[in-house]
């Protein structure tokens, strides 16, 4: 397969909502026969429609071109440049590896030449979301099972697109998962899940993913790790056509075990604490970045939350991000619930969220009937979905559109719910 590359020109994002990553992605000349081909020998591929990018394929996996870091490069055939004659600097800015590129040898990625007429097929660039996120790939992975897990280290390893911003995701073959923290402010969800998933996990009608093993750093890696069982099943979403009475009555099934857990020296949730202590600061940030972007009425309804009275009851035992990513729903039940990164005791209107980020209107108020909430808490509850979807949304607009999605709907279905009230 080629591809045509040139260093020297400036190469515009296509596509709709493209987030623009380095010249490590370039358009390719194959033909749809081509590309069928490349896909069943788990090339990276990158195929160009009619300017925009129409399939993204990553090690077998296939990318949404919206969710996907991605560049073309615009260049008109008599633009194209040898390999041969770019300098080790320039073809470093294309490929990050000069010196196989520059003598047009096999690119270290099964399924990549270096092709002398006409360029080559470069590596798709990693998606980070964090300035001060670590890079992970497949390869390590592999290096870090094979040093600790030797008995999965034979495993097919693909990432995992995913909403989550605290970890990067890897699907060891078809059963297990590789989390890896992005960042050192992340890092401590490892030994939360590793201390207290194991004792949640019978206490709870649906599946967590209870550790099966921590991995130490290593390899270069400086964090622990972990590695989880693969759990199946669907994000539900208030947008969604599930039978939403019934996932109502199981979310709020949820929310009630929690309450219910009577487990010594819990930690204290950070989204356990008070509203406007927590999010006033960040969220005020956001509705000033926001300004012109969302109805007006987002202002006032963040000040309405702060206003309700604060949690007077005991602390109970909360998930803290009970988001549609971190739901997993089969044959339209709720069947999973992931990532307990925030999971600890304190006021429980943060788990409500998932009242207006997974249940449409007319379910809400199910939700709410079965778990019998009083105003306040309902306020509460409403501000902690606003303030999630302000604070995320100009965040991870660009380089998580998935979770800036959902951002959008909690702001929406605030503000519609606030309207109703």
């Not at 040898?82 to 490929?95: A, I, N, Q, T, Y």
């Not at 356990?272 to 202002?299: C, H, M, N, Y």
């Not at 207006?356 to 939700?367: D, I, N, V």
């Amino acid at each position: 397969m080629r591809a045509r590359v040139d260093a020297r020109v400036p190469r515009p994002a296509v596509g709709h909502r493209l987030a623009v990553a380095d010249d490590r992605v370039v358009e390719t000349e194959a033909g749809p026969a081509q590309v069928a081909a490349a896909r069943t020998d788990r090339q990276r591929v990158v195929e160009a429609r009619g300017g925009e990018v129409a399939d993204m394929r990553f090690d077998g996996q296939r990318f949404d071109p919206v969710c996907a870091q991605a560049r073309i490069a615009a260049a008109e055939p008599r633009e194209v440049v040898d390999p041969r004659e770019l300098e080790p600097d320039e073809v470093d800015g294309v490929v990050r590896d000069p010196l196989r590129v520059g003598l047009g040898e096999a690119h270290p990625y099964p399924g990549l030449e270096a092709e002398l007429h006409g360029g080559y097929l470069s590596t798709i660039a990693p998606l980070t979301m964090h300035e001060d996120e670590l890079e992970t790939d497949a390869t390590l992975v592999r290096r870090l099972l094979a040093a600790q897990f030797p008995q999965w280290a034979g495993l097919p390893i693909e990432p995992v697109h995913s909403s989550g911003t605290v970890n990067a995701l890897y699907r060891l073959g078809d059963d297990l998962v590789a989390r890896l923290p992005r960042a050192e402010w992340g890092a401590g969800g490892i030994a939360t899940d590793s201390a207290w998933l194991p004792r949640l996990a019978p206490l709870l009608s649906v599946e967590i993913p209870v550790p099966l093993a921590t991995g130490r750093p290593g390899e270069g890696y400086p964090w622990a790790w972990g590695i989880y069982p693969w759990l199946e099943g669907e994000h539900p979403s208030a947008d969604g056509d599930a039978d939403a009475i019934a996932l109502a009555a199981d979310l709020a099934g949820l929310v009630e075990a929690l309450r219910r857990i009577d487990l010594p020296e819990g930690p204290h949730s950070r989204r356990g604490a008070p509203l406007g202590e927590v999010q006033d600061e960040q969220a005020r940030d956001a509705l000033r970045r926001l300004d012109g972007l969302i109805d007006v009425a987002a202002t006032a309804a963040w000040d309405a939350a702060l206003a309700a009275p604060a949690w007077t009851g005991p602390a109970v035992w909360v998930h803290g991000d009970l988001l549609p990513g971190n739901l997993l729903v089969r044959d339209r039940r709720l069947a999973g619930v992931l990532d307990w990164g925030s999971v600890g005791v304190g006021d429980p209107a943060c788990d409500l969220v998932a009242a207006w980020g997974a249940l449409p209107a007319q379910a809400r108020e199910t939700f709410r009937q079965r778990l019998g909430v009083d105003d306040a808490t309902w306020a509460r509850g409403r501000g902690w979905a606003l303030s999630i979807g302000l604070i995320a949304l100009p965040y991870y607009e660009e380089t998580n559109p998935t979770f800036a999605t959902t951002a959008r709907l909690l702001i929406r279905e605030v503000l519609a719910d606030q309207a109703r009230a």
